[in-house]
């Protein structure tokens, strides 16, 4: 029987396991590139060999591990049914403010558990003017430093289950939820399962869903057809048909074959960075300016989010995962059936409040209507700056979205009775 | 100006290379799998680890290294318009028969030259009861021992001119095709170019093509509406979809972010073992692989001229980045053409759809073999061709003064 007792988390990588990484990149062989091939065929060959150059000589992953170990870890074993028990590693931060929001953020791929670093100390602060959250954010089943499931089937209402439980298990039973990429996916299924009851309201930076169909949605469908397309929701689709045209290869290999990828994931440390370094460029509104010279001037970038230590500290928590890197790419394969339908299979729609955040340099951008098939939305909030990683690329934006949704006056407040992000002054 | 000189060539890996090589599997880290995985998921734990285990300690590269020298190999320099030259790797063999056909055979991915090895003492044989064949196969632009396009858009109509640059250069202004994987679509942009004029018919084992419109082949259309499928082919039709939902995300990768892809293949033995591994299982015919059988296929694309992450671009050129299909810039042609089923060729599509690609002289259709035909059943694909080609066959002398007998 599984202990439900919370365990603090200190991560200490082993000696061992540094020296091996060490020791694959003095051997590391690159590949060749094309004359000027830019990003065309993918992460560009110079960008790399500069992270690898880093990563091999500047970059102190000790130093970067006391820092994340100034964060409230915890581990704690949760069982889900049909999948025996698996260990779950999460960041529990407190507000100061007794009746503070419960709020559950999760992260997505190839995000992670430190996504929650930036809005932390904004979403706990306390404050007459906005609310204040209790927030957990854990590694996902399979990311970081969670147990992975280890057997086939694990899918949203495995994923719901875990959330719920864990929030149950902090006292927590009633609770808002906040996520992009998979947080956004697996939000749908889990206020499918756990919505009204536990879940009372959610918030999502990534606002995808399927096309409205004319049974399902039918006010939706026919503003579709009735209204037509003004520019700006061209754009977006256009947009959005980049990613589909040329951007889709790592959703089809990953929900069809993670297991072939993984090898590669798993053994290479500049494979690794490649694969994922890829993604948090192009999915971010972040690129690095380059300098005189026309080199990449990580200094000067607009966020701090692409400098050469934030990007090698990204990949490590891949590297040094619990589950290894090859774990963390079968939530597609889960979630889409082994490729072979989409991710909301499973999911309804319900009258739970959401709200949204819309940036500007998200992969996929959808007409805004499209919304309203998420549930009931009561808030929206759109930007001029910003893409995929909101919380870690615009941490004030969001911090700011989700103060105004669940703010005195705001749409959600009051959402959870007891629990309004305020204490009686 | 470049050579067009030819010379000869012997593999001879670097000692440094098969060090670091080696070095590389000692630290090899592995992923963990699910239980009852099997192949669901890709290819699985237990076989990867037996593979790498074998190649770690058993696999003897210089030995496999001496065979392939007995290869009649070459390399020579070949002018690609725009692209400047290219050093390309070629196999020649000669058949006694003065008069045999020259055949250019053609391999794709993740195939390689070698794929020639066991066709070629049945093409070249001498006899009065089948015809013969002066063979070539070369490495493709990329792949095994020839250098790599460095520039981008090098796709279609430049693969085409490699091929028939290399033939002409030999000697054979006349001469036919042999191809299945990028083999066959590189085939359907050869003819496209050449054919007629210097290829004189060709043949694939892996009729693969667009769907026929009411506009490009009225015929192929019509027959499509008002005969319904058979059984047959509508199965056919049904898994060639489900394929293309699960079985094809190394090809959108490929033919969309093929340099990220590299770094992984480039890196890691285990890495690119897996990537190929999975293929040679799953497209072939439960053909009995043995682990040097696979080690010496891989260690093609880890010495490989250009690297391993070279060979995925022709995925992203032909695809035009995955904004077209590979069979863009192709036309149909009256060359006269060869088909072969084999039944484990991962799509198959109602065979009526060939007739797009150009003129079908001969069908064949097999109950065993899968996608990597010359190397799973060699002798049906040579009977194939023998068929095709020799006494009475539907493609007998078409090389004038070649027909495959003195």
């Not at chain 2, 009649?72 to 003065?98: A, C, W």
């Amino acid at each position: 029987m599984a202990t439900n007792a919370e365990v603090p988390f200190k991560l200490s990588v082993p000696d061992s396991d540094i020296d091996l990484l060490h020791k694959k990149l003095d051997l590391t062989r690159f590949p060749d590139e094309l004359e000027n091939a830019a990003w065309n065929y993918g992460a560009p060959l110079s960008d790399i060999q500069r992270l690898f150059e880093h990563w091999k000589t500047k970059f102190d992953w000790r130093r970067a591990e006391a820092e994340i170990n100034k964060l409230p870890m915890f581990t704690r074993d949760i069982e889900v049914e049909g999948h025996g028990t698996l260990n779950i590693h999460y960041v529990h931060q407190k507000s100061e403010v007794q009746h503070a929001i419960p709020l559950l953020f999760v992260h997505g791929w190839p995000g992670d558990f430190l996504e929650v670093r930036k809005i932390l100390p904004f979403l706990t602060k306390k404050s007459t003017d906005y609310p204040s959250f209790h927030v957990v954010a854990l590694s996902l089943p399979g990311f970081g430093f969670s147990e992975a499931p280890k057997k086939p089937g694990f899918a949203g209402r495995q994923y719901a289950e875990v959330f719920n439980k864990l929030m149950l298990s902090l006292g927590y039973e009633e609770y808002v939820y906040q996520g992009g990429d998979w947080g956004h996916l697996l939000g749908l299924h889990a206020v499918t399962h756990y919505g009204h009851q536990h879940i009372k309201a959610w918030h999502t930076n990534m606002a995808v869903c399927r096309r409205p169909a004319f049974l399902s949605h039918p006010l939706v469908f026919l503003s579709m057809l009735t209204i037509p397309f003004n520019k700006s929701v061209k754009a977006d689709l256009e947009h959005s048909m980049v990613w589909r045209r040329s951007g889709q290869g790592y959703f089809a290999i990953q929900s069809t074959k993670p297991q072939t990828l993984g090898y590669g994931l798993a053994d290479s440390p500049v494979g690794l960075l490649a694969w994922i370094y890829e993604k948090l460029v192009s999915w971010t509104d972040a690129y690095p300016w380059t300098d005189d010279e026309g080199k990449p001037d990580f200094a000067r970038s607009q966020s701090t989010m692409l400098t050469r230590s934030s990007v090698i500290e990204w990949i490590s928590v891949y590297w040094f995962s619990r589950a290894g890197p090859a774990a963390s790419t079968r939530i597609y394969y889960e979630m889409t059936g082994g490729g072979k339908h989409d991710t909301f299979e499973g999911t309804k729609w319900t009258s739970v409040p959401v709200g949204v955040s819309y940036f500007p340099k998200e992969l996929v951008r959808l007409p805004k209507s499209w919304s309203y098939t998420l549930g009931n939305l009561v808030f929206e909030s759109e930007h001029d700056k910003g893409g995929h990683f909101a919380a870690f690329e615009t941490p004030e934006k969001l911090a700011g979205d989700l103060r105004r949704m669940y703010g005195m006056g705001g749409p959600a407040h009051g959402v959870i009775s007891g629990k309004p992000g305020y204490d009686e002054a | 100006m470049s050579t067009t000189a030819e010379r000869p060539f012997t593999l001879s890996v670097p000692d440094c290379d098969i060090d670091l090589l080696h070095k590389k599997l000692d630290l090899t880290r592995f992923p963990e799998d699910l239980e009852n995985a099997g192949w669901d998921y890709g290819a699985p734990l237990s076989d990867v680890q037996k593979l790498v285990e074998h190649w770690r300690t058993k696999f003897d590269w210089r030995k496999a290294e001496v065979e392939i020298n007995k290869l009649p190999m070459f390399t020579r320099d070949i002018d690609v318009e725009s692209h400047g030259t290219l050093n390309i790797h070629y196999v020649h063999q000669k058949s006694k028969v003065q008069n045999a056909i020259p055949l250019l055979f053609v391999h794709g991915w993740p195939g390689n030259f070698l794929e020639v090895r066991k066709i070629l003492p049945l093409l070249t044989q001498n006899s009065a009861d089948h015809p013969s064949f002066h063979v070539v196969a070369l490495s493709l632009p990329g792949f095994g021992f020839s250098e790599a396009p460095k520039k981008a858009a090098f796709a279609g109509r430049q693969y085409a001119e490699v091929l028939n640059k290399l033939m002409l250069s030999l000697g054979y202004e006349e001469y036919v095709y042999q191809g299945g994987d990028w083999g066959h679509v590189l085939g359907a942009h050869a003819v496209t170019h050449y054919g007629n004029k210097h290829i004189k018919a060709w043949h694939t084992n892996m009729p693969l093509c667009r769907p026929p419109t009411l506009f490009s082949h009225p015929l192929v259309f019509l027959r499509m509406l008002t005969i319904p499928f058979d059984k047959a082919a509508k199965a056919n039709l049904e898994q060639a979809l489900t394929w293309n939902k699960t079985g094809s995300g190394y090809s959108a990768l490929q033919s969309t972010k093929p340099q990220t892809l590299g770094y992984s293949l480039a890196d890691t033995p285990v890495g690119l073992l897996a990537w190929i591994y999975e293929k040679l299982v799953s497209w072939t015919d439960e053909y009995p692989w043995t682990d040097n059988e696979v080690i010496e296929w891989i260690s093609i694309y880890w010495f490989s001229r250009a690297g391993p992450a070279a060979a995925g671009r022709i995925y992203y050129e032909m695809a035009g980045g995955g904004k077209h299909d590979a069979f863009e810039g192709t036309k149909w042609t009256s060359v006269p053409m060869g088909v072969s089923y084999f039944p484990r060729e991962p799509v198959h599509l109602p065979k009526s759809w060939v007739h797009t690609l150009g003129k079908v002289v001969f069908e064949s259709e097999h109950d065993k073999g899968g996608h990597f035909a010359a190397f799973e059943t060699p002798e049906k694909l040579v009977g194939d061709l023998r068929r095709m080609y020799g006494n009475g066959g539907p493609a007998h002398g078409v090389v004038p003064g070649k027909a495959g007998y003195d």
